[in-house]
Each structure stands twice: as structure tokens, then as C-alpha cells.
């Protein structure tokens, strides 16, 4: 199997079928449901940039980066070096040393047997000699055409004069931007096609995060630690749009690392019919 030329490995059951890059990332680039040849992810291979250390190529599908977000640091390429380690009902892809970040990445990826969902264990050790303060930041890239859900605190905060919510916005973000619908109870981007970009991020108490497309609803769920530091004015769930995709993001706290360790950032993914109640 190939992905635009690059070599790619397949994991599956009875439920799902992921594809992974072989020789580069770690990446995930296409995710279908059994019996179907629709990828669930946004294709995106003729995107790149050039960097310091060589062009980025952004691919498409499911990455992993390192947050508070910057240039050149985040963009370190990533085009050949992976490790394939299997794993019972899954596989680890091990990244290639970031010589100068003193970093490699790591995703591990659990298909469920029973429904179609799969745990991704994403993994940011440092190699160096001195901590590293980072956030283990996933980033999942969708197909135009559905809608996020952002869901939103229920209730009055534990005090009436103080705030229960706060949202984060990118200076490249219109208020009046037509995709974004502000409600009490969810935040809603719309994904549409728009060469002005929009991203929006906050702190999500819930734990969940999805995106509804043609009656699919992929829901992304993750841990909430509450008196955690977080990137980007608190954030740990963002989402962005653009004009050939949208991206569904969520962040590990910003931890420092010893030499030697890693921050671990879980996700578990459902592919499933409906927007859960909150």
C-alpha cells in the first residue's frame, strides 16, 4: 500500500481500518470504517513548507506536535526514520531523533475489538541532557464539509460573580466569521471552505471533542486534569479551519520533562452515529 508514493502499513479488524506511514512520521493518514473506502481524514499531500532543517510536509490525517506553537521548532520535518514496532491488536510508530528539538516522538495505536473506536497513546520523550518544558499536542486534519463540537460548561459557576468560561483567539480570527456559531451549551464550527483562516481554543471540562460529516460522527476523548497548566491562555481541546481542511486538536499539560522521560497525551477515537450527551 502507498500514500502518495510513501509506503504505508495497515492495521484493521472488524470494525476498523487504519493506515499509517511506514517510513515517515509518526502519521496517520487514512481511517475507514469496514466495508468502506471513504477515508474519515483530510488528505492533504501537496502542503509543505520549508524550514531550517528541511521541508515539512504536512500529509494530511493525524499528526503529533509539540506545543506552545513555534517557528521553527514545531515544524521539525519528518520524512523518513520510523520504527513499526507491533502490538497486540495495534502497532507503535516510533519517530526519528529531532536532533535539535533533543526529542523523538511515539504513537501507539489500539484498534478495540469489539466497536469500531481505537486508543492512541502519544508520547514526547526527551533525548537531550536538560528538561524540556512542552505539550504533547494532537492533531487530527478532516475533510471539509461537517461541523465541530465544542461543548460548553452547564450551570452557573461555583460563584455567580465569577467567570466559568474562557476562549481563546488566534489574530488571524474574525468574530463575525460566518462558520463560527457561538450557543450556550456548544460552540459549533462550521467547516467550510474560506481562505481567511479560523482557530478558536478553550478548556474543555467534558472530555470529549467530535466532528459530525455526512452523518458520521468521529468523537475524540481524552483525560481532564483541572489544575493543570495549559498552552495557549489555558487551552487543552482547538480546533482550525481553513480552506481545504479543518483540524480537530487536543493537548496534553505543559510538563516539564527530565532527560530521559516522556509526557504521555491519550486519546481514544469512536466512530459512531450521534453527538454524546454531555
Known sequence: MAYYGLPTHII???????????????????????????????????????????????????RLWHSPEAFPRTYYPDNDGLKLEPLPGGVCLVGASETANSLHKEIEIHLAADRPAVKLVHRMVNEG????????????????????????????????YLPNRRLALWTYTRLRDPRLELADDMIRLHARSDLQAIKIGYRNIHGWAAYARDGITLVKRFAITQEAEYSDYGCNVEAYCKDSFCELETLSPLTLVKPGQAVTHIEEWEVEGQIPPK
Do not use: C
Open 12 to 62: 484493521q479488524n472488524d470494525h476498523l481500518q487504519i493506515e499509517v506511514l511506514a517510513s515517515a512520521g509518526p502519521r496517520i493518514v487514512r481511517l475507514r470504517r469496514a466495508g468502506s473506502d471513504e477515508n474519515l481524514l483530510a488528505e492533504t499531500p501537496e502542503i509543505s513548507w520549508p524550514t531550517p532543517f528541511g521541508e515539512f510536509h504536512i500529509q494530511g490525517g493525524h
Open 129 to 160: 541532557a536538560w528538561p524540556i518544558k512542552l505539550a504533547a499536542w494532537a492533531i487530527t486534519q478532516l475533510p471539509l464539509g461537517g461541523t465541530i463540537y465544542l461543548p460548553q460548561p452547564e450551570g452557573p459557576a461555583e460563584s455567580e
